[in-house]
């Protein structure tokens, strides 16, 4: 690894060659925050150079000629609208930069007049979003150490969400079970993003989204508006861009995690249309092969394949074609046995997984007028998993002992209408349905007590289908230049059990001044049970299969928010955020225990039981504090802490710890770049992450030795805690531009630089009937290598 990171340095210093004078184009389309009507008029100007700029065509359109590759910002203003400043432009020679700008109405500005203007990395895309709201930005995806390209690991660097697991990027946010996450993708809420993926699960390895398929896009983590439904905890909105629609452009990418490809451009000499496909394929055998322990006692195999299609009418409004979707496998060798490495197979046994993930669509956005227009969207979604167990006999061959699977499929229709009244009042009203049919199976080899020939049973062979509905109203007031309202009303109705629910939203915004900003934000919000859950089966007296968790309600959600953001400069803003989360309704047993749905996604396995009813409660309350500098001048600086409580009641009336209680986490991160001689510039970045450990409770190890497999004492659920979760990462980036329209960029991210032991968990060895901690990954270095023409 040494040798291949010298050689690799050395290689790509060795390509500059003279100094070049390179330019390239930054073009793109000003519309209006609320209508998303075209801008016409507007000036943009390069905010290191005054000399370059231009002006929107009645089409909102704006083209910058002969940019200096490098950095750059892009300032936008217009007469009774507030400017907007876009910061942490990466020019390079090979691919021209398109922006899509929203630009918000001011009623109270009469005059055009020179102040600072407003960052959009400030906000969200989303301008119903009044509090626990930022934007997911590309650049930062990419640019972050430790982040793996993947969204999801990216995310955990935010204020109020936990990442004290290096085998799985769940987002936990303020001590929620992660299945509250709810994911939407151009609009429609998908199943588990990720290879790997398990049932009821949000989270994995991997995440299949690939962060250069995607535009500026939201992550919210509490008291979210009316149009975002049947999530508790939090969501995360993602938005592919469009491809560049007048010339095409490469992308081909290799590293240590595998391969990938893009290409996008126009579909025809009009240029009006354009493509944009993504495809990424990923073994870890390279690493694995180096000697470097991935966590899991199995090499992992996955692709992903990306893809938007965006066509433009003249009359009949724009179309997009979306898809995005993954496959996975990965097997757990008897041979390759690792106990300091995590592993489902037993001694004498294989153990073989795959899962499928992913959703396609069609949207239509027709304007019906300036001010008004109406998006339509349907997909089909599908999520599912299986895998097998052999048992390996004395003579080597194997023996199929049992097999499990499950699959969800639905189909999706989504439409809202969007109305801007005046430049005070916008107005959103849609609705989402969802056609899910689900089947699951958990086969096992069972011997009869005769000695006759085994045969196939099944721990669980059900099957289920049902309608979920969703609508909502919401209504943007800005009642002056200082105060902005958001509210509006949400309704949740599943087929299923006739369950209905209403839940109102409510966020102020009161600006105190040009740099301070006070907000509170109120949400009522529900969430389904996974849905496995209500077809679970099981039998009764009579030894009929019957669903006993059929009538399950919704879990409920009271989450109040209170915040103050200052903006030193443009660039620089520190944000204090507390909140309190009240949650009701929650499934656990009628019997005695500690059971409770809230820590549900806590393992890989599932935790189905029957009889279940909805008189469990929780509640999650801390603060939270982001310290901010923008990328600018070169460098840039990101600290975010938070600390937090998190806890729950089962059947036992016992107040406990849920699982995803860490108490506190705290990252720092880091990145300066330096600007050399013959277009070359190399970035350093650095993250350090300090959390509270796993919970995690105590083992029975008799219960454990009769029972042979592990059993855990119930009475002290979540009682303990793995030490401290601490993970120092660095990352270097070496990018090289050429003249011929060409980038080459070289980028080496070392985890756990350290090499730090983070427990991920003690594991039972029903072999040795002991038990022992699994460790998370240790220090885990991946080099890449992109190139762009």
């Given at each position: 690894m040494q040798k291949i990171i010298t050689t690799l340095s050395f290689f790509v210093i060795a390509l500059g060659g003279f100094t070049q004078n390179i330019t390239q184009t930054i073009r793109g389309i000003i519309v209006d925050k609320d209508?998303?009507?075209?801008?016409?008029?507007?000036?943009?100007?390069?905010?290191?150079?005054?000399?370059?700029?231009?002006?929107?065509?009645?089409?909102?359109?704006?083209?910058?000629?002969?940019?200096?590759?490098?950095?750059?910002?892009?300032?936008?203003?217009?007469?009774?609208?507030?400017?907007?400043?876009?910061?942490?432009?990466?020019?390079?020679?090979?691919?021209?930069?398109?922006?899509?700008?929203?630009?918000?109405?001011?009623?109270?500005?009469?005059?055009?007049?020179?102040?600072?203007?407003?960052?959009?990395?400030?906000?969200?895309?989303?301008?119903?979003?009044?509090?626990?709201?930022?934007?997911?930005?590309?650049?930062?995806?990419?640019?972050?150490?430790?982040?793996?390209n993947d969204p999801s690991r990216m995310a955990r660097n935010y204020a109020g969400v936990s990442g004290a697991n290096d085998q799985r990027n769940d987002i936990i946010i303020r001590g929620n079970a992660p299945q509250g996450l709810l994911w939407r993708i151009e609009g429609i809420p998908v199943p588990n993003p990720n290879h790997f993926s398990g049932q009821g699960s949000t989270g994995g390895p991997i995440n299949i989204i690939n962060y250069k398929m995607l535009s500026n896009s939201d992550f919210l983590t509490g008291a979210f508006p009316a149009e975002y439904g049947n999530g508790t905890s939090g969501v995360f909105d993602i938005r592919i861009r469009n491809g560049n629609n007048q010339k095409s452009e490469k992308t081909i990418q290799l590293g240590a995690l595998g391969l990938e490809a893009l290409l996008e451009g126009p579909f025809n000499k009009n240029k009006k249309s354009s493509y944009l496909i993504g495809y990424r394929y990923s073994t870890l055998s390279i690493l694995a092969n180096a000697g470097i322990k991935l966590g899991f006692a199995s090499i992992p195999y996955y692709e992903d394949l990306s893809l938007k299609l965006n066509f433009q009418t003249k009359r009949a409004g724009v179309f997009s074609v979306f898809a995005v979707g993954g496959i996975s496998n990965t097997a757990f060798y008897d041979n390759k046995r690792d106990s300091t490495q995590f592993s489902p197979a037993n001694k004498g046994e294989n153990v073989e997984f795959g899962s499928k993930t992913g959703v396609i669509g069609l949207s239509h956005t027709y304007f019906l007028s300036n001010s008004t227009f109406i998006k339509t969207t349907i997909a089909t979604t599908y999520e599912g998993n299986g895998g097998s167990r052999d048992s390996i006999q004395v003579d080597q061959s194997l023996k199929r002992t049992g097999g499990f699977g499950f699959n969800n499929h639905k189909f999706v229709l989504n439409s809202f209408l969007n109305k801007k009244i005046n430049s005070k009042n916008t107005v959103q009203c849609g609705m989402l349905a969802e056609q899910i049919n689900y089947t699951s199976r958990d086969s096992l080899l069972l011997y009869r007590a005769s000695g006759k020939s085994p045969f196939w049973g099944y721990n669980n062979n059900f099957k289920g289908n049902t309608i979920l509905l969703q609508g909502y109203t919401q209504w943007k007031y800005k009642v002056n230049s200082n105060v902005t309202i958001n509210s509006g009303v949400h309704f949740q109705y599943l087929t299923l059990n006739n369950r209905f629910v209403v839940e109102p939203r409510l966020s102020i915004n009161y600006q105190l001044n040009e740099r301070g900003t006070v907000s509170f934000g109120y949400g009522l919000h529900h969430q389904v049970q996974p849905y496995g859950m209500y077809f679970y089966k099981n039998r009764n007296s009579a030894n009929n299969e019957i669903e006993t968790n059929r009538d399950l309600n919704f879990s409920r959600s009271n989450q109040f928010v209170l915040s103050y953001e200052l903006n030193f400069t443009n660039d620089f803003r520190v944000k204090v955020e507390t909140y309190y989360q009240y949650l009701s309704s929650i499934p656990i047993e009628k019997v005695s225990s500690s059971y409770s749905v809230l820590n549900y996604g806590a393992t890989f396995a599932n935790s189905y039981k029957e009889n279940l009813i909805n008189n469990g409660v929780g509640q999650n309350y801390g603060w939270e504090v982001t310290v901010e500098k923008f990328f600018s001048r070169s460098y840039y600086f990101l600290v975010t802490a938070s600390l937090y409580q998190s806890t729950y009641r089962g059947s036992d009336q016992v107040w406990r710890n849920t699982a995803f209680n860490g108490n506190y986490v705290v990252n720092g991160l880091a990145g300066r770049e330096f600007k050399l001689k013959n277009n070359l510039s190399i970035l350093l970045d650095a993250k350090l992450t300090v959390a509270g450990g796993l919970r995690y409770s105590p083992l029975d190890v008799p219960a454990s030795i009769t029972n042979n497999e592990a059993t855990y004492k119930d009475a002290e659920a979540f009682a303990l805690q793995n030490q401290t979760y601490f993970k120092p990462d660095v990352k270097i980036t070496i990018r090289k531009d050429f003249k011929n329209k060409m980038a080459l960029e070289w980028a080496l991210d070392i985890q756990n630089v350290v090499n730090y032991q983070n427990v991920y968990l003690n594991w039972y060895d029903k072999n040795t009937q002991t038990e022992h901690p699994v460790f998370q990954n240790g220090r885990f270095p991946t080099v890449q290598l992109k190139l762009e023409f």
């Amino acid at each position: 690894m040494q040798k291949i990171i010298t050689t690799l340095s050395f290689f790509v210093i060795a390509l500059g060659g003279f100094t070049q004078n390179i330019t390239q184009t930054i073009r793109g389309i000003i519309v209006d925050k609320d209508s998303k009507a075209p801008v016409a008029y507007v000036n943009v100007t390069l905010d290191a150079n005054s000399i370059i700029g231009a002006v929107t065509n009645e089409k909102g359109v704006f083209v910058l000629a002969n940019v200096p590759i490098g950095r750059q910002t892009v300032r936008v203003s217009f007469i009774g609208y507030k400017p907007q400043v876009v910061s942490d432009i990466q020019l390079n020679s090979a691919k021209e930069t398109i922006l899509y700008i929203e630009m918000e109405e001011d009623a109270t500005l009469l005059s055009e007049v020179v102040i600072t203007g407003v960052n959009p990395k400030v906000g969200t895309v989303n301008d119903m979003v009044g509090v626990s709201g930022r934007t997911f930005s590309v650049n930062e995806a990419n640019r972050f150490a430790g982040s793996q390209n993947d969204p999801s690991r990216m995310a955990r660097n935010y204020a109020g969400v936990s990442g004290a697991n290096d085998q799985r990027n769940d987002i936990i946010i303020r001590g929620n079970a992660p299945q509250g996450l709810l994911w939407r993708i151009e609009g429609i809420p998908v199943p588990n993003p990720n290879h790997f993926s398990g049932q009821g699960s949000t989270g994995g390895p991997i995440n299949i989204i690939n962060y250069k398929m995607l535009s500026n896009s939201d992550f919210l983590t509490g008291a979210f508006p009316a149009e975002y439904g049947n999530g508790t905890s939090g969501v995360f909105d993602i938005r592919i861009r469009n491809g560049n629609n007048q010339k095409s452009e490469k992308t081909i990418q290799l590293g240590a995690l595998g391969l990938e490809a893009l290409l996008e451009g126009p579909f025809n000499k009009n240029k009006k249309s354009s493509y944009l496909i993504g495809y990424r394929y990923s073994t870890l055998s390279i690493l694995a092969n180096a000697g470097i322990k991935l966590g899991f006692a199995s090499i992992p195999y996955y692709e992903d394949l990306s893809l938007k299609l965006n066509f433009q009418t003249k009359r009949a409004g724009v179309f997009s074609v979306f898809a995005v979707g993954g496959i996975s496998n990965t097997a757990f060798y008897d041979n390759k046995r690792d106990s300091t490495q995590f592993s489902p197979a037993n001694k004498g046994e294989n153990v073989e997984f795959g899962s499928k993930t992913g959703v396609i669509g069609l949207s239509h956005t027709y304007f019906l007028s300036n001010s008004t227009f109406i998006k339509t969207t349907i997909a089909t979604t599908y999520e599912g998993n299986g895998g097998s167990r052999d048992s390996i006999q004395v003579d080597q061959s194997l023996k199929r002992t049992g097999g499990f699977g499950f699959n969800n499929h639905k189909f999706v229709l989504n439409s809202f209408l969007n109305k801007k009244i005046n430049s005070k009042n916008t107005v959103q009203c849609g609705m989402l349905a969802e056609q899910i049919n689900y089947t699951s199976r958990d086969s096992l080899l069972l011997y009869r007590a005769s000695g006759k020939s085994p045969f196939w049973g099944y721990n669980n062979n059900f099957k289920g289908n049902t309608i979920l509905l969703q609508g909502y109203t919401q209504w943007k007031y800005k009642v002056n230049s200082n105060v902005t309202i958001n509210s509006g009303v949400h309704f949740q109705y599943l087929t299923l059990n006739n369950r209905f629910v209403v839940e109102p939203r409510l966020s102020i915004n009161y600006q105190l001044n040009e740099r301070g900003t006070v907000s509170f934000g109120y949400g009522l919000h529900h969430q389904v049970q996974p849905y496995g859950m209500y077809f679970y089966k099981n039998r009764n007296s009579a030894n009929n299969e019957i669903e006993t968790n059929r009538d399950l309600n919704f879990s409920r959600s009271n989450q109040f928010v209170l915040s103050y953001e200052l903006n030193f400069t443009n660039d620089f803003r520190v944000k204090v955020e507390t909140y309190y989360q009240y949650l009701s309704s929650i499934p656990i047993e009628k019997v005695s225990s500690s059971y409770s749905v809230l820590n549900y996604g806590a393992t890989f396995a599932n935790s189905y039981k029957e009889n279940l009813i909805n008189n469990g409660v929780g509640q999650n309350y801390g603060w939270e504090v982001t310290v901010e500098k923008f990328f600018s001048r070169s460098y840039y600086f990101l600290v975010t802490a938070s600390l937090y409580q998190s806890t729950y009641r089962g059947s036992d009336q016992v107040w406990r710890n849920t699982a995803f209680n860490g108490n506190y986490v705290v990252n720092g991160l880091a990145g300066r770049e330096f600007k050399l001689k013959n277009n070359l510039s190399i970035l350093l970045d650095a993250k350090l992450t300090v959390a509270g450990g796993l919970r995690y409770s105590p083992l029975d190890v008799p219960a454990s030795i009769t029972n042979n497999e592990a059993t855990y004492k119930d009475a002290e659920a979540f009682a303990l805690q793995n030490q401290t979760y601490f993970k120092p990462d660095v990352k270097i980036t070496i990018r090289k531009d050429f003249k011929n329209k060409m980038a080459l960029e070289w980028a080496l991210d070392i985890q756990n630089v350290v090499n730090y032991q983070n427990v991920y968990l003690n594991w039972y060895d029903k072999n040795t009937q002991t038990e022992h901690p699994v460790f998370q990954n240790g220090r885990f270095p991946t080099v890449q290598l992109k190139l762009e023409f």
